[in-house]
């Protein structure tokens, strides 16, 4: 089983929409968990990092569940410019050691269309 | 501040070469994780050096290498290439903090196309 499953969509949606992409991920140990944006040919670049309370960054909103090890991202009022692709990527520790690793899913790909 | 500046930015070799890509992290961060991303896939973890030793590794052949040097910067190096190497190499930097655990911050990354 995968680390982390990501439905790679694509997902395409008019202007203003409201979108939301899903992730779930295998290993309880998992300590910290992101969203990270990319565009074509690019790397990937921080979005949000994902807390248990949910946090929210203008229109997009992040969701963690530990209990249903599932990750969520929601954006609000969709623009042009939020098409790219959305990864999400959870970090562990090894035991007994800072050093982590990311574990990405395979991405979701948004088009948000005028 | 620079961030992770890695090189070469694109390059093209053939079947059984081998090639050295670079990353300099950023300034403070002492750790460096080299990640292989296929068209499609997400980042797929490498290896990861930290005090100049590979501490962590993925499932990746033997063919994968890697070094880091005193001043944190780092190689990945790929012996025999094949055409499913051919992928964008991305190299992340990071340093731990008690207060905000890692940040991982990622560089451009090197195109690599094997043909």
């Known amino acids: 089983r995968k680390e982390v499953e990501q439905d790679p969509g694509p997902f395409n949606v008019p202007e203003g929409a409201t979108v939301a992409f899903n992730c779930t991920y295998s290993?309880?140990?998992?300590?910290?968990f992101f969203w990270y944006r990319q565009d074509c040919r690019k790397e990937p670049k921080l979005l949000m990092s994902?807390?248990?309370s949910g946090n929210e960054d203008g229109r997009f909103t992040a969701q963690l569940n530990r209990a249903s090890q599932y990750i969520s991202l929601l954006i609000r009022d969709s623009k042009l410019s939020d098409s790219a692709t959305y990864l999400c990527a959870v970090n562990r520790e090894n035991r007994g050691s800072t050093l982590g690793r990311l574990y990405f899913g395979r991405g979701t790909q948004l088009t948000v269309w005028p | 501040d620079a961030g992770v500046t890695q090189s070469p930015t694109h390059l093209i070799k053939t079947r059984g070469q081998q090639v050295t890509l670079r990353c300099s992290p950023k300034?403070?961060?002492?750790?460096v994780s080299w990640y292989q991303q296929a068209l499609g896939q997400g980042p797929q973890f490498i290896f990861q050096y930290y005090e100049e030793e590979e501490r962590q590794r993925g499932n990746f052949p033997d063919r994968f290498s890697g070094h880091q040097f005193p001043n944190y910067s780092s190689e990945l190096n790929v012996n025999a290439l094949l055409l499913g190497d051919s992928a964008l190499y991305l190299c992340a930097s990071s340093f731990f903090s008690r207060y905000s655990g890692n940040t991982i911050y990622f560089g451009e990354g090197s195109w690599l196309t094997v043909v």
């Open positions: 994902v807390y248990s």
């Open positions: 290993n309880s140990a998992s300590q910290s």
């Open positions: 300034s403070g961060h002492d750790t």
